[in-house]
């Protein structure tokens, strides 16, 4: 009988069997680690587009503006104010998974948490503070509003609180600030800048009835100069305009409230039938500040349908190479370039005509 060639079977030694197995282990649990590791929380915040939403249109069903006690005229044009999601920080953990998809993402930033947010603070004070400001940049934009458009109304700075003692011997907590060396202020920030002029100022206060002038003390805080106090602007409109905008704090909207409350109080349509977007802060004398998270607000302009997005001239820096294809950005410093911005559009005017960033 014809014997074939033998088969070889190849055998490991039993030492390499062993180094075998345990590299195999080490990689399933080196993996394992790794997958753990991912969903663990991370001490990030990521900004990403939030919602838009129209200031003269409607949100769940409810007008975002209305006017009582004063004509307002219907429209259906488009100036809408822009957010972020913000996730992460004041205790809310995101994971390293989330923070590695957001560092990979076009539209999404990542910040370390205490960068964003004080050690310690909660996120129900988060949202405390930002429902505050809100409540603040509603106010402020009525009135930056009314001045624009030439309406008389009247405003009190009172003394609120003590950041520290430096001046508690002098100041009452209800003290109404009339003056600061001699120039008459009506808001906040009035005061604010005429305290930089010197050390020691004169303030002309109103308590309880009298008028009397007192020397503060000032110390130098990150650059500014303190007094040590907060102060809080109460405004008397001649008439009720309402907010019914809800879950959105922050001050950003600022601007683009005032441009809704002066369309509602003027007849037409300002911005025609241009869609526009925006953000911005802004002060009862009409000047607009830079705030956070830009870059997230004109992606969530544009995914929205905004053809112009109106931006704080001090934001510009952000924005560069991060403008989203289709959207020009107009660059604004007051209410009144904002104003006069959105009337050209509403006219025909280009865009490219503006100024931009």
């Known amino acids: 009988m014809h014997q074939g060639a033998p088969t070889q079977h190849a055998r490991q030694a039993p030492g390499q069997q062993r180094r075998g197995r345990t590299l195999t282990a080490a990689t399933a649990i080196g993996v394992g680690l790794a997958f753990v590791a991912m969903l663990l929380p991370a001490p990030y915040v990521v900004e990403a587009p939030g919602p838009v939403v129209n200031t003269v249109g409607e949100a769940q069903g409810e007008p975002v503006l209305s006017v009582g006690g004063h004509r307002s005229y219907p429209t259906s044009g488009r100036l809408d104010l822009t957010t972020v999601y913000v996730r992460g920080g004041a205790g809310r953990q995101i994971s390293f998974f989330d923070t590695l998809v957001a560092w990979t993402s076009g539209d999404q930033d990542v910040f370390p948490a205490e960068s964003v947010y004080p050690r310690g603070v909660t996120g129900e004070e988060v949202s405390e503070q930002n429902t505050a400001a809100m409540d603040d940049s509603q106010e402020t934009a009525v009135a930056a509003a009314l001045g624009e458009l030439g309406i008389d109304y009247a405003s009190e700075i009172s003394v609120v609180d003590f950041a520290s003692d430096l001046n508690s011997d002098v100041l009452e907590e209800g003290d109404v600030v009339l003056a600061v060396n001699g120039g008459a202020v009506t808001t906040a920030q009035d005061v604010r800048d005429a305290l930089q002029e010197a050390e020691s100022s004169t303030l002309r206060i109103r308590r309880g009835g009298e008028e009397l002038d007192v020397e503060v003390d000032s110390e130098e805080v990150d650059g500014a100069r303190r007094v040590g106090i907060y102060l809080r602007t109460e405004y008397d409109?001649?008439?009720?305009?309402?907010?019914?905008?809800?879950?959105?704090?922050?001050?950003?909207?600022?601007?683009?409230?005032?441009?809704?409350?002066?369309?509602?109080?003027?007849?037409?349509?300002?911005?025609?039938?241009?869609?526009?977007?925006?953000?911005?802060?802004?002060?009862?004398?009409?000047?607009?500040?830079?705030?956070?998270?830009?870059?997230?607000?004109?992606?969530?302009?544009?995914?929205?349908?905004?053809?112009?997005?109106?931006?704080?001239?001090?934001?510009?820096?952000?924005?560069?190479?991060?403008?989203?294809?289709?959207?020009?950005?107009?660059?604004?410093?007051?209410?009144?370039?904002?104003?006069?911005?959105?009337?050209?559009?509403?006219?025909?005017?280009?865009?490219?005509?503006?100024?931009?960033?």
């Open 237 to 357: 409109f001649p008439f009720e305009v309402r907010f019914g905008l809800e879950d959105i704090g922050g001050p950003s909207a600022g601007m683009m409230f005032a441009l809704g409350v002066v369309e509602l109080l003027t007849p037409g349509q300002l911005p025609g039938d241009t869609h526009v977007a925006g953000t911005g802060t802004v002060t009862a004398g009409g000047m607009i500040g830079p705030i956070g998270g830009i870059a997230q607000k004109a992606v969530g302009a544009r995914e929205a349908g905004a053809e112009v997005f109106l931006a704080p001239a001090g934001n510009c820096a952000d924005l560069e190479g991060r403008v989203p294809e289709g959207l020009d950005v107009v660059r604004v410093e007051t209410l009144a370039d904002a104003y006069d911005a959105v009337a050209h559009l509403g006219g025909g005017g280009a865009a490219g005509d503006l100024p931009t960033c």
